[in-house]
Nanobody, 120 residues
């Protein structure tokens, strides 16, 4: 089994910054794509940013230039640096990882989510 544990969420004022972390542990042979999703109240979950094992990244348009996704493969951790936060960034943020385990089975895992609230 694999666990993803998010940290770093909380309350921040508009224009502020937060850095989310997500650490993976368990039966991991190889971590492929890792990403961050979010779900705002009354809305569907959406992909915010994704990073592949080579460090290539993609972002949704609304966060380009403000958010940066990165990863530390030695620590099996993915980060999301969020700057210039806006009210509309308020959501539960979920970590996601595509894992190849020691049986060479590929599975996508999710964290439990962490709340980010942007409010004055």
């Amino acid at each position: 089994q694999v666990q993803l544990v998010e940290s770093g969420g909380g309350l921040v004022q508009p224009g502020g910054s937060l850095k989310l972390s997500c650490a993976a542990s368990g039966s991991i042979l190889y971590l492929n794509d890792m990403g961050w999703y979010r779900q705002a109240p009354g809305k569907e979950r959406e992909l915010v940013a994704v990073i592949d094992s080579s460090g290539n990244t993609n972002y949704i348009d609304s966060v380009k230039g403000r958010f940066t996704i990165s990863r530390d493969n030695t620590k099996k951790t993915v980060f999301l640096q969020m700057n210039s936060l806006k009210f509309e960034d308020t959501a539960v943020y979920y970590c996601n990882a595509a894992v190849k385990d020691y049986s060479y089975v590929n599975t996508v895992y999710w964290g439990k989510g962490i709340l980010v609230t942007v409010s004055s």
